[in-house]
């Protein structure tokens, strides 16, 4: 069946970097769109990053470009986020999913995982 899991969450200090990775499997990664969510305590989930399994097209939401990396290894079936300057807003549960269409609205992704939390404070 259909699996996303995350790991690389954790603590870290503002100013540091974190790498996420989602290892898939039950699906052709080349097929689908891989997006990285997020979802602050009191907060809606919002869309960080996607790319595309075909061309490797990317989007960032405004707040994190220049800071966050999306790529992707198709041989290692897995995802990865790098994160970099992280400040104390990017604390939140990040999820990864993934779906058909090239999108940052959550309702069109089909898989997700269960979430790593990442938290940045000093």
């Known amino acids: 069946q259909v699996q996303l899991v995350e790991s690389g969450g954790g603590l870290v200090q503002p100013g540091g970097s974190l790498r996420l990775s989602c290892a898939t499997s039950?699906?052709?990664?080349?097929?689908?769109?891989i997006a990285w969510f997020r979802q602050a305590p009191g907060k809606e989930r919002e869309a960080v990053s996607c790319?595309?399994?075909?061309?490797?097209?990317?989007y960032y939401r405004d707040s994190v470009k220049g800071r966050f990396t999306i790529s992707r290894d198709n041989a290692k079936n897995t995802v990865y986020l790098q994160m970099n300057s992280l400040k104390p807003e990017d604390t939140a549960v990040y999820y990864c999913?993934?779906?058909?269409?090239?999108?940052?609205?959550?309702?069109?992704?089909?898989?997700w995982g269960q979430g790593t939390q990442v938290t940045v404070s000093s």
């Open positions: 790319i595309t399994g075909n061309d490797g097209t990317t």
């Open positions: 999913a993934a779906g058909q269409v090239y999108t940052d609205y959550d309702g069109a992704y089909d898989y």
């Open positions: 039950g699906f052709t990664l080349d097929y689908y769109v």
